[in-house]
């Protein structure tokens, strides 16, 4: 280990490696702002353009591409390769540590400009980091400062680093540079409004190791998009309570998909990705009354979501039961002393005044990716129509409202009945609409007489319409659109049931 090249963007504990680098005999060249630093920092360097013979041009944007730069990462320590090099006087380079143009810390930021996101794309960086790993066998290359340690106690013990080592870190390169060159094309792509592009790369970072998946025997990590939205489980903060598992993960993030459509105070509980309850209040102690009503048996277990801070009052009602996790936009000092009692239960927090993004929905089947936009569709996007003799009252139309802002969040086939403050019966994810339906009614039992139904589908035939009307319900909302919708309009009719078209399906698979 004779000589390495450092430049670097993000310069934390750069000092002290090249420091150390320094005194295991090995010379530095630098480039620009790292070449400043280091020498502020009392510490000898050769500059680039010492080593090129050529001043940087074109505002820093051509420096380190020159042979006399990759000439020394690539050759191979080879007799026939050195003699190349040495007759066009190229010193070999060992150890190159290079971190780049900060181009996601820039796409980031509110009203980036296309001008400043371009300057922040690194060619120079990118090239260099290609070239040491592809020579991994005789170069070190480092792009986390968490290995410069490591990288230090190697060449101070031995005088250079292993190949294990070189290999490693070289595998962890082009992981970097890959996912660097993936945030420039998701940025180039939404900028030119592509929307099929002909082929698609994403890059996550890991957030956290899981015990295990779905079930023991499967093996599970939990990444996240580190230019994703703010406002989602990814990005929560966790204040109390063991490591969220798998299916919590699952979990919460359906609550969070659903509390998140609602304005008004809101409590939800979820369990295996379907919500079990929902209720609306003044306060948001109220709504959580309603919410564990809805279905007390479902909720042991499961995972509550609210879009208010959770109280003291609320707190105590949490306190009564068994639950995994918890979320909320904030927690009063009461209320975290009551529920941190619980050494298991998961607290998360959420910010609701993070601007959320509609990101696509990605979903893996053997062999490839399903990719979606997400249903963002409200019932003031729907094309309302009342196709039945009687129109729904004020406080049936709220009631539907309701029941069609929940069914968007069901597996299904969805049915779900409510009145105007809460969920009363959820049926998902059965093969036939009639079943859901059924499930649905049952749940709600005498309370159905006067509440609404609202289907995720059209109905193909008016059995559901039937049952509906036997065990009471008053009013229907659902897409429209079967060949056979006369035959439901005309059951409606039959019972005085007011029905409503959408014309906006919600399957949810």
Same mark, same amino acid.
């Given at each position: 280990?004779?000589?390495?090249?450092?430049?670097?963007?993000?310069?934390?504990?750069?000092?002290?490696?090249?420091?150390?680098?320094?005194?295991?005999?090995?010379?530095?060249?630098?480039?620009?702002?790292?070449?400043?630093?280091?020498?502020?920092?009392?510490?000898?360097?050769?500059?680039?353009?010492?080593?090129?013979?050529?001043?940087?041009?074109?505002?820093?944007?051509?420096?380190?591409?020159?042979?006399?730069?990759?000439?020394?990462?690539?050759?191979?320590?080879?007799?026939?390769?050195?003699?190349?090099?040495?007759?066009?006087?190229?010193?070999?380079?060992?150890?190159?540590?290079?971190?780049?143009?900060?181009?996601?810390?820039?796409?980031?930021?509110?009203?980036?400009?296309?001008?400043?996101?371009?300057?922040?794309?690194?060619?120079?960086?990118?090239?260099?980091?290609?070239?040491?790993?592809? !020579?991994?066998?005789?170069?070190?290359?480092?792009? *986390?400062?968490?290995?410069?340690?490591?990288?230090?106690?190697?060449?101070?013990? &031995?005088?250079?680093?292993?190949?294990?080592?070189?290999?490693?870190?070289?595998? #962890?390169?082009?992981?970097?540079?890959?996912?660097?060159?993936?945030?420039?094309?998701?940025?180039?792509?939404?900028?030119?409004?592509?929307?099929?592009?002909?082929?698609?790369?994403?890059?996550?970072?890991?957030?956290?190791?899981?015990?295990?998946?779905? &079930?023991?025997?499967?093996?599970?990590?939990?990444?996240?998009?580190?230019?994703?939205?703010?406002?989602?489980? /990814?990005?929560?903060?966790?204040?109390?309570?063991?490591?969220?598992?798998?299916?919590?993960?699952?979990?919460?993030?359906?609550?969070?998909?659903?509390?998140?459509?609602?304005?008004?105070?809101?409590?939800?509980?979820?369990?295996?990705?379907?919500?079990?309850?929902?209720?609306?209040?003044?306060?948001?102690?109220?709504?959580?009354?309603?919410?564990?009503?809805?279905?007390?048996?479902?909720? @042991?277990?499961?995972?509550?979501?609210?879009?208010?801070?959770?109280?003291?009052?609320?707190?105590?009602?949490?306190?009564?039961?068994?639950?995994?996790?918890?979320? /909320?936009?904030?927690?009063?000092?009461?209320?975290?002393?009551?529920?941190?009692?619980?050494?298991? $239960?998961?607290? $998360?927090?959420?910010? @609701? +005044?993070?601007?959320?993004? !509609?990101?696509?929905?990605?979903?893996?089947?053997?062999?490839?990716?399903?990719?979606? *936009?997400?249903?963002?569709?409200? @019932?003031? +996007?729907? !094309?309302? %129509?009342?196709?039945? &003799?009687?129109?729904?009252?004020? %406080?049936?139309?709220?009631?539907?409202?309701?029941?069609?802002?929940?069914?968007?969040?069901?597996?299904?086939?969805?049915?779900?009945?409510?009145?105007?403050?809460?969920?009363?019966?959820?049926?998902?994810?059965?093969? &036939?609409?009639?079943? %859901?339906?059924?499930?649905?009614?049952?749940?709600?039992? +005498? $309370?159905?007489?006067?509440?609404?139904?609202?289907? *995720? /589908? @059209?109905?193909?035939?008016? +059995?559901?319409?039937? /049952?509906?009307?036997?065990?009471?319900?008053?009013?229907?909302?659902?897409?429209?659109?079967?060949?056979?919708?006369?035959?439901?309009? #005309?059951?409606?009719?039959?019972?005085?049931?007011?029905?409503?078209?959408?014309?906006?399906?919600?399957?949810?698979?």
């Amino acid at each position: 280990m004779k000589r390495a090249l450092i430049s670097v963007s993000d310069k934390t504990g750069i000092v002290e490696f090249a420091k150390g680098l320094l005194e295991a005999g090995v010379e530095i060249i630098s480039t620009g702002g790292t070449k400043r630093t280091l020498e502020e920092a009392g510490l000898s360097v050769i500059g680039v353009e010492d080593v090129t013979g050529f001043p940087e041009i074109l505002e820093g944007r051509v420096k380190t591409l020159h042979p006399f730069i990759h000439g020394g990462l690539l050759a191979k320590r080879t007799p026939e390769h050195l003699q190349q090099i040495d007759q066009q006087g190229i010193t070999p380079i060992d150890l190159v540590c290079v971190n780049l143009y900060p181009f996601q810390q820039t796409i980031s930021k509110p009203n980036v400009t296309e001008e400043e996101a371009i300057e922040n794309i690194d060619i120079g960086g990118p090239t260099m980091l290609r070239s040491a790993a592809k !020579n991994h066998d005789y170069v070190t290359v480092i792009v *986390d400062a968490q290995d410069y340690d490591g990288v230090l106690k190697e060449i101070k013990l &031995n005088g250079a680093v292993s190949k294990e080592t070189n290999k490693r870190l070289a595998a #962890k390169v082009f992981r970097h540079t890959a996912a660097y060159d993936s945030y420039i094309a998701e940025y180039m792509t939404n900028l030119v409004g592509e929307e099929n592009p002909e082929r698609i790369t994403f890059s996550y970072e890991i957030k956290q190791s899981l015990r295990y998946g779905e &079930n023991p025997h499967q093996k599970a990590s939990f990444y996240m998009n580190p230019i994703g939205s703010l406002f989602s489980i /990814a990005h929560a903060k966790q204040l109390h309570g063991k490591e969220l598992s798998y299916n919590n993960i699952h979990d919460a993030d359906a609550a969070l998909q659903i509390v998140k459509d609602f304005s008004e105070p809101v409590a939800v509980a979820v369990k295996h990705m379907n919500p079990c309850g929902v209720g609306l209040g003044n306060s948001i102690a109220e709504a959580f009354k309603k919410a564990y009503e809805a279905d007390s048996t479902s909720i @042991f277990g499961g995972i509550v979501a609210f879009n208010r801070e959770v109280d003291k009052e609320t707190a105590e009602q949490l306190h009564e039961i068994f639950l995994e996790i918890i979320i /909320a936009p904030s927690f009063s000092d009461e209320a975290l002393s009551i529920l941190t009692s619980k050494k298991n $239960l998961r607290l $998360l927090t959420v910010s @609701f +005044d993070l601007q959320q993004k !509609n990101e696509k929905v990605i979903t893996s089947v053997e062999g490839g990716l399903l990719i979606q *936009d997400q249903d963002t569709h409200t @019932f003031d +996007d729907a !094309n309302i %129509s009342v196709p039945t &003799n009687r129109k729904p009252t004020e %406080s049936e139309w709220k009631a539907l409202k309701l029941g069609w802002k929940v069914v968007k969040h069901v597996k299904s086939n969805a049915i779900v009945v409510s009145n105007d403050e809460m969920t009363l019966g959820i049926g998902a994810g059965q093969m &036939n609409r009639v079943g %859901s339906a059924n499930i649905a009614l049952e749940q709600a039992g +005498d $309370l159905a007489k006067g509440a609404a139904m609202a289907s *995720d /589908a @059209f109905f193909p035939m008016d +059995d559901t319409v039937e /049952a509906a009307a036997k065990s009471g319900i008053t009013a229907i909302i659902q897409p429209g659109g079967s060949i056979r919708d006369e035959d439901s309009i #005309k059951k409606a009719n039959e019972y005085g049931i007011a029905m409503v078209f959408t014309g906006i399906r919600h399957f949810k698979h």
